[in-house]
């Protein structure tokens, strides 16, 4: 059972915009300069952190966006098993955005 799916489209190095809600699942959209960042974890049916974990989706676009798959996955565990994100939408693209300026990806 998904209990938040988000997107969050993530500039690498710069982001533009405020945030706009879209569709029926509370989803989040930032302007983009260059690379989509979809933020899609699956958060189990508790409070707490259990079972949570990033959707495949996540880990695709950090990869397209120039980080390897290792870097990718071990960045998307981090945003989505944080338990100061569950039910914070906007606190899972504070720490991503947060990851993105402290550890850009490096084209190949």
Sequence with gaps: MTRALMMAGC????????PAAI???H???LSTQRHVITISCYRG???DVIWDRPNP???????S???TFPE????AERVCRDPATVNRPNGMVNV?????????????
Excluded at 57 to 63: A, G, I, P, Q, Y
Excluded at 72 to 75: D, E, F, G, S, T
């Design 11 to 18: 500039a690498v190095g710069c982001m533009a915009g405020a």
């Design 23 to 25: 569709a029926q699942d």
């Design 27 to 29: 989803a989040y959209q």
């Design 45 to 47: 049916p508790w409070e």
């Design 57 to 63: 989706v996540f880990t695709d676009s950090l990869v």
């Design 65 to 67: 966006a120039g980080y």
């Design 72 to 75: 990718a996955h071990a960045i």
């Design 96 to 108: 991503m955005t947060r990851i993105l300026s402290e550890t850009p990806p490096r084209r190949r």
